[in-house]
């Protein structure tokens, strides 16, 4: 019974570390991604370009800061509405 739950205790400690090393990894992809998108978005152009970036932010922030991601949205409709675009504005909403 004792080799049972030192067993148990064992596995779950590398459940653990695992799930741990996966998300740290997970979360430095995603912040690699979105500075790469910001500094994309201060070069960029086109005013479709910024539009599909301030999108593409905001998709990235929805789950996890909406708030946000409510930013870039407002931001990319603000852009879209100064281009006429319905496309970029139906996206944005």
Request: charged share 25%; glycine share 2%; net charge positive.
């Amino acid at each position: 019974m004792k080799n049972q739950t030192m067993a148990f205790l064992r596995l779950a400690v590398m459940i653990l570390i695992l799930s741990i090393s996966l998300c740290s990894k997970l979360l430095s992809q995603d912040r690699q991604l979105t500075d790469s998108l910001r500094n994309a978005l201060t070069a960029a152009d086109y005013d479709t370009s910024k539009v599909k970036l301030f999108i593409e932010l905001g998709e990235l922030y929805r789950n996890s800061v909406p708030d946000t991601a409510f930013y870039y949205y407002h931001e990319a409709l603000e852009v879209a509405e100064n281009i006429k675009s319905r496309k970029f504005i139906a996206q944005t909403c």
